[in-house]
């Protein structure tokens, strides 16, 4: 693996984590996406991260070494021009993700490999579109990558095992922990898990059986969790479910009011999540986080 220019397309919550984490490990990284609107948002989130990652390695000084180096594009020929890996993490639509790849398969040099960060899409969805089905593949991270240190790893029939590695020694290279998916699945290991539960919670919402804070708290208690769904819906950020759900109502009718409750709700009100000091819950701290939010209801 000879990978030390790497390129982050899409700049949200998770696109964020990836550039920041791998610029702390020491690789040059550009930062790209699609307008200075949500670069100059990008930056707030990397200058937040830059106070978490001293805090939590203990190393403040690293943390602004790995801030101040970060490059930031809105073209994308520029924010490619070198990278040896492209890490795509836009919007979990699947006509945005075959227009990027068509698009970036014409600048990025042919040396270069793609890797998707698509939370549930498949890499042979978007194969044709990267003009290099070889070279590309899925790397998938979990929120909160500095502590939640996982990257699963996916290609598709297509894949050149070669690239699979290299991803692997790569993740590795980034304090990730690789875990190597032996065929494609929708949703990777963690996904294929974590979705339905958290598809069951905004069910219970949307029928309005609970609230989220009364979902959670039941959630919390019951298993020992830490968080219930609604507290991880607010890490993942509002995007993503809205996003997932909108595809689904192409073919299942009840998606589309779980999307229409999220973007009247949470979206059109500003609550997008831990990223902008609100979701479900209020942040910096979040009632789930009082003592007493579980001693009583």
Same mark, same amino acid.
């Given at each position: 693996?000879?990978?030390?220019?790497?390129?982050?397309?899409?700049?949200?919550?998770?696109?964020?984590?990836?550039?920041?984490? %791998?610029?702390?490990?020491?690789?040059?990284?550009?930062?790209?996406?699609?307008?200075?609107?949500?670069?100059?948002?990008?930056?707030?989130?990397?200058?937040?991260?830059?106070?978490?990652?001293?805090?939590?390695?203990?190393?403040?000084?690293?943390?602004e070494?790995?801030?101040?180096?970060?490059?930031?594009?809105?073209?994308?020929?520029?924010? %490619?021009?070198?990278?040896?890996?492209?890490?795509?993490?836009?919007?979990? =639509?699947?006509?945005?993700?075959?227009?990027?790849?068509?698009?970036?398969?014409?600048?990025?040099?042919?040396?270069?490999?793609?890797?998707?960060?698509?939370?549930?899409?498949?890499?042979?969805?978007?194969?044709?579109?990267?003009?290099?089905?070889?070279?590309?593949l899925?790397?998938?991270?979990?929120?909160?990558?500095?502590?939640?240190?996982?990257?699963?790893?996916?290609?598709?029939?297509? %894949?050149?095992?070669?690239?699979?590695?290299?991803?692997?020694?790569?993740?590795?290279?980034?304090?990730?922990?690789?875990?190597?998916?032996?065929?494609?699945?929708?949703?990777y290991?963690?996904?294929?898990?974590?979705?339905?539960?958290?598809?069951?919670?905004?069910?219970?919402?949307?029928?309005?059986?609970?609230?989220?804070?009364?979902?959670?708290?039941?959630?919390?208690?019951?298993?020992?969790?830490?968080?219930?769904?609604?507290?991880?819906?607010?890490?993942?950020?509002?995007? %993503?479910?809205?996003?997932?759900?909108?595809?689904?109502a192409?073919?299942?009718?009840?998606?589309?009011?779980?999307?229409d409750?999220?973007? =009247?709700?949470?979206?059109?009100q500003?609550?997008?999540?831990?990223?902008?000091?609100?979701?479900?819950?209020?942040?910096?701290?979040?009632?789930?986080?009082?003592?007493?939010?579980?001693?009583?209801?």
């Open positions: 693996m000879h990978f030390k220019n790497v390129t982050i397309a899409g700049s949200g919550v998770l696109g964020s984590q990836i550039a920041f984490q %791998t610029a702390f490990f020491g690789f040059n990284v550009c930062v790209y996406d699609i307008n200075s609107e949500a670069i100059e948002a990008a930056k707030g989130r990397m200058a937040t991260l830059k106070t978490t990652y001293g805090e939590f390695f203990n190393d403040t000084s690293r943390a070494e790995a801030f101040s180096s970060l490059n930031f594009f809105t073209d994308l020929a520029e924010a %490619t021009k070198e990278a040896d890996i492209v890490v795509e993490a836009v919007p979990e =639509r699947i006509e945005i993700k075959q227009s990027f790849y068509e698009n970036l398969g014409k600048v990025a040099p042919e040396k270069t490999v793609f890797a998707s960060n698509s939370s549930t899409l498949l890499p042979s969805q978007f194969a044709a579109y990267t003009g290099r089905s070889e070279k590309f899925a790397l998938h991270f979990a929120n909160s990558i500095w502590q939640n240190n996982t990257a699963e790893i996916m290609g598709h029939p297509g %894949t050149d095992a070669k690239y699979v590695e290299q991803v692997a020694e790569f993740a590795r290279s980034i304090g990730m922990i690789p875990f190597m998916l032996k065929k494609e699945q929708p949703g290991i963690l996904n294929t898990l974590l979705v339905p539960f958290l598809s069951a919670a905004m069910e219970l919402w949307v029928k309005d059986i609970a609230d989220p804070q009364t979902i959670d708290k039941n959630w919390m208690i019951s298993t020992g969790s830490p968080r219930g769904p609604f507290a991880i819906y607010d890490i993942v950020g509002m995007e %993503t479910p809205y996003n997932l759900n909108l595809m689904r192409e073919h299942d009718p009840a998606a589309k009011f779980v999307a409750k999220i973007k =009247r709700e949470m979206i059109d500003g609550k997008m999540g831990i990223s902008t000091g609100e979701g479900f819950y209020k942040y910096p701290n979040p009632a789930y986080m009082d003592p007493s939010f579980l001693k009583s209801n």
